[in-house]
Nanobody, 124 residues
Framework: VQLQASGGGLVQPGGSLRLSCAAS????????LGWFRQAPGREREFVSA????????RYADSVKGRFTISRDHAKNTLFLQMNSLKPEDTAVYYC??????????????????WGQGTLVTVSS
């Protein structure tokens, strides 16, 4: 399976963006897909995850209530709708794939397929 992230850009504080992660080369039914982000000078951090079979979701506290993870099952595509964006949301956003247990989905080291990243800049 390969992942292709897109949708980043420059947006003003309070604005919205929708990121996409298109998967190709296989089915996703046995996987969990996650979004992570890495700001300059900081470690990569967990944003959200989606268990493809069943649709279970999880969010980091920092984005809860502002970001929504979803999918288009037919198109093998994962989305991250980001609303009420803040300057601290500025980062390169990555989608990634894993089969680990749900309790470990926030651990980026347990993901083994990664997309190339898409830059989100929140600035006035």
């Amino acid at each position: 399976v390969q992942l292709q992230a897109s949708g980043g850009g420059l947006v003003q504080p309070g604005g919205s963006l929708r990121l996409s992660c298109a998967a190709s080369g296989g089915t996703l039914n046995s996987y969990t897909l996650g979004w992570f982000r890495q700001a300059p000078g900081r470690e990569r951090e967990f944003v959200s995850a989606f268990r493809w079979s069943g649709g279970t979701t999880r969010y980091a506290d920092s984005v809860k209530g502002r970001f929504t993870i979803s999918r288009d099952h037919a198109k093998n595509t994962l989305f991250l709708q980001m609303n009420s964006l803040k300057p601290e949301d500025t980062a390169v956003y990555y989608c990634a794939l894993t089969r680990i247990v749900w309790s470990e989905i926030g651990n980026d080291k347990r993901y083994y397929i990664w997309g190339q990243g898409t830059l989100v800049t929140v600035s006035s």
